[in-house]
């Protein structure tokens, strides 16, 4: 996920048809000038000659850079042409020069000079100048975030240039392609309106033509959804794109969903199906590397591998993609070097992910490239070395170039570590406010945006109500009149009232409980996302706490490491709870129960010295309130025997026993075969916390709770009753 909104940004540049060319030009280098230029000391026709003329003035044009001696030089020759046109009364010769005329102002950046040659030229050239007025106000003018003027003005001259090329029936592709580079420009400055707009502009005009096809505008407005945050709605149109592929559909379109998709299931953390998206760009890469930054697209096959943990895969792709498709652009080996730093970083080879991260580096400032993703990365490298000074380094060099605010986010609170790390608490602080600011706003934003659609849905669903009752009561009244007629017409006027009248009622109720239904719906995933914050925020605290412990030592220590195995435990629910499909107010203790055990052994390196055996009813869901107690209790019990019964080297073993006694009543077995409590043992006086959690929560659950020694220590909590019977075996 950490490069795919730049990768989207690069991606949406490609799309657009960027260039200082518009189709049909002929292209004139400055190797060809000299050449030309002797062909005028030679005896041409007059129209040769004039060919001649403009060409040399388009070599000069088209001439790297703006010198102020070329721009002289194609105006000369622009001059000339003009005049040998009009001495030979040819129009086309006149149009060709005044265009060109036209264009040197656009590079002087005289917009004004540019506008008054539209009114002297023919369809076809004023079609030309219109189009790269347009890309002169959207690509190449200074543009302030907060001022649209110059964007508005492009999307102006763009949409003039669409209909004037409808008006004279010409090739509208190039016209129709800048509308949508103003829809790009105005969604990068995140005014999703716009952009809509001009998407929709596009289609419009290119109805019952071949471009922009359906599958391409939704494509795009899934992109500006997705850029915007509100993925529900960019996952929707990006389905709909999809379907809306056809066996015709061209590559530009395939490769605009395909990345699309991909990068959407990315963001929602579904990294199968971003790999299926991905990877069918990769499977044909000469086919797709026209429209896309192909090894941009492998970086972000490569993270989602390391998303679903099967980082071994990276290396071995990578060679074989590389077999495929050689390296050849900078931005190729960009990718690339990113891709196998990462790769390496997460083998634990170190000193090579470090090598190919600064490789990356070097090839972003080649082709002067921001390389915000590369430092973002390497800082996270240098952190994991523990080298917190380069950490920070990387981190704020990143801070400077990095757009997306999620990036943002997770950027600043990295930089919060590393202040901490190096004992800059005070700045370490005022990073992490920022973060989760940053954090914050995105959460709201989007919630008050899904709200305000809800909304709108919901009024305009409630207005065609009440024209369907409107239309209902004037169908009843002309029954009424036809009833009047005859008694038979009543008789069966009043059979087909009853019968419409049912009609409606059924389509009312089934109408009303789809939206039942889809309010329980959001309540769920706004619940989800409710135990997701609250997650994140408990993983938060626990990072908080480790930094923490790096600064303490014995019983302080001690007592950080106790917590934090007790906010896991906590968190465990609250990752079960927004990870569910369905019920989001139970948890399957099967699922759970493991996955503590798992953390404990690690945090306490017991992996090769204790075996904990785990009996339980198969798929035991209980309710939260009876959950989260629980947890604790094993937490407190397998922490107490990780820590105390064994002595250092010894093997051990761990018994957990969780089996219901009746119908809603469950009983919970600790043990262990370590060398037991003190003889004189009281859990009523017994000054340990842990052993005072363990009584309280065993109150709070209503059970009896008995610690014996019986070779080991025995936790026996039994008689907890799930309150409601709401505990279930699936």
Not at 249 to 267: F, G, H, K, P, W
Not at 638 to 656: L, P
Not at 684 to 694: H, K, M, P
Not at 709 to 730: D, P, Y
Request: charged fraction near 25%.
């Amino acid at each position: 996920m950490k490069i795919l909104s730049l990768f989207m940004a690069m991606v949406c540049f490609f799309f657009t048809g960027y260039g200082q060319y518009i189709d049909g030009d002929e292209m004139v280098g400055a190797d060809e000038i000299p050449g030309l230029v002797k062909q005028l000391d030679k005896e041409l026709p007059a129209e040769q000659k004039a060919a001649v003329l403009i060409k040399i003035g388009l070599g000069y044009l088209y001439k790297a850079g703006e010198a102020k001696a070329d721009l002289d030089s194609t105006l000369y020759y622009a001059r000339a042409a003009r005049a040998l046109g009009e001495q030979l009364g040819r129009v086309r010769f006149v149009n060709e020069s005044l265009l060109l005329m036209g264009m040197v102002d656009l590079e002087r950046r005289d917009m004004a000079g540019a506008k008054k040659m539209l009114a002297v030229l023919d369809d076809s050239s004023q079609l030309k100048l219109l189009l790269y007025i347009s890309i002169t106000y959207v690509n190449e003018m200074p543009v302030v975030r907060e001022d649209h003027s110059l964007l508005d003005s492009g999307g102006h001259y763009a949409e003039a240039a669409v209909r004037l090329a409808l008006k004279i029936k010409m090739r509208q592709k190039t016209a129709l392609q800048r509308l949508e580079q103003v829809a790009i420009q105005y969604s990068t400055r995140h005014e999703r309106g716009l952009a809509e707009k001009y998407y929709l502009l596009a289609e419009q005009y290119g109805k019952g033509g071949s471009y922009p096809s359906k599958a391409r505008t939704l494509g795009n407005l899934s992109r500006i959804y997705s850029d915007e945050g509100n993925f529900y709605k960019a996952l929707s149109y990006g389905i709909n794109a999809e379907k809306a592929l056809t066996k015709d559909s061209d590559v530009e379109d395939l490769s605009l969903i395909n990345t699309t998709l991909a990068s959407l299931y990315t963001t929602q953390e579904k990294y199968e199906q971003a790999l299926v998206y991905g990877g069918r760009m990769l499977a044909e890469p000469d086919k797709y590397r026209y429209y896309v930054f192909i090894y941009a697209i492998a970086n972000s096959y490569c993270n989602n591998l390391r998303k679903l943990h099967r980082t071994k895969e990276i290396l071995p792709f990578l060679q074989k993609f590389k077999e495929a498709c050689p390296l050849q652009e900078y931005y190729d080996h960009i990718f690339y070097h990113l891709a196998l730093g990462n790769g390496y970083k997460d083998m634990g080879q170190y000193d090579r992910a470090e090598q190919h991260f600064l490789a990356s580096i070097r090839y972003a400032d080649s082709a002067h490239y921001t390389a915000s993703v590369v430092y973002f990365n390497l800082g996270s490298l240098y952190q994991q070395m523990n080298e917190h000074t380069k950490a920070l380094a990387a981190f704020k060099t990143a801070e400077k170039g990095l757009t997306n605010e999620v990036m943002q986010a997770s950027n600043l609170s990295y930089i919060a570590q590393s202040a901490a790390a190096l004992g800059d608490y005070r700045d370490a602080y005022g990073y992490l406010v920022k973060s989760k600011g940053i954090s914050d706003s995105i959460y709201v934003v989007s919630k008050e945006k899904v709200l305000q659609e809800l909304e709108v849905e919901y009024q305009t669903q409630k207005k065609e109500a009440a024209l369907q009752g409107a239309m209902e009561q004037a169908r009843v009244r002309k029954q009424v009149t036809i009833i009047i007629i005859s008694l038979l017409a009543v008789i069966i006027g009043l059979l087909i009232w009853l019968f419409w009248s049912k009609l409606q009622s059924n389509k009312v109720i089934t109408g009303k409980n789809v939206q039942l239904e889809q309010l329980v719906k959001d309540k769920s995933w706004l619940l989800k996302e409710m135990h997701h914050r609250v997650k994140n925020n408990l993983h938060t605290i626990m990072n908080l706490l480790e930094f923490q412990s790096a600064y303490l030592h014995d019983d302080a220590l001690a007592a950080i490491k106790n917590s934090q195995s007790r906010i896991f435990s906590m968190s465990l629910i609250h990752q079960q709870l927004y990870q569910t499909d369905e019920d989001v107010k139970t948890i399957d203790m099967g699922v759970y129960i493991p996955e503590l055990v798992s953390y404990l052994k690690e945090c306490f390196g017991m992996d090769g010295h204790c075996v904990v055996v785990m009996d339980m009813d198969p798929a035991l869901v209980l309710p939260v309130e009876e959950a989260v107690p629980l947890g604790l209790i094993i937490n407190e019990g397998v922490t107490n025997s990780m820590k105390y019964a064994f002595k250092k080297g010894e093997q051990g073993e761990i018994h957990i026993s969780l089996k219901a006694t009746e119908a809603s009543a469950y009983e919970l077995l600790l043990a262990d075969n370590g060398k037991g409590l003190d003889a004189d043992f009281d859990v009523d006086t017994a000054g340990s916390l842990g052993f005072q959690l363990i009584k309280g929560l065993s109150e709070q659950l209503g059970a009896q709770l008995e610690i014996v020694n019986e070779g080991g220590v025995k936790i026996r909590v039994s008689g907890i009753l799930v309150k409601g019977n709401e505990a279930t075996r699936q």
